[in-house]
């Protein structure tokens, strides 16, 4: 099993930047996903879910309007769209599929806000 984020780096304030997560290893269109982020110091935090059919999706409060989480079941992937970055986005974003009992998690992928 694998989830494997990619996307991140750093971008200047106000930019964009796509997350990726590709899974492997287990039935993706059984699973919601979840895209997390942790900043250091500060507890890991859901940002974005989205349901295993993708129709349905929540999202943070501090990212509503901003970002978009998506999936392509045929590519077993799940998306993060981020525009209008700010500096308090700066964490490492990590995706998350769960179903009934079982969870996965990705290794993370930095993503920088900074000028």
């Known amino acids: 099993v694998q989830l494997v984020e990619s996307g991140g780096g750093l971008v200047q304030p106000g930019g964009s930047l796509r997350l990726s997560c590709a899974a492997s290893g287990f039935t993706f269109s059984n699973y919601a996903m979840s895209w997390f982020r942790q900043a250091p110091g500060k507890e890991r935090e859901l940002v974005a879910f989205?349901?295993?059919?993708?129709?349905?999706?929540n999202y943070a409060d501090s990212v509503k309007g901003r970002f978009t989480i998506s999936r392509d079941n045929a590519k077993k992937t799940v998306y993060l769209q981020m525009n209008s970055l700010k500096p308090e986005d700066t964490a490492v974003y990590y995706c998350k599929a769960v179903f009934i009992q079982t969870t996965y998690w990705g290794q993370g992928t930095q993503v920088t806000v900074s000028s």
């Open positions: 989205i349901t295993k059919t993708g129709g349905s999706t």
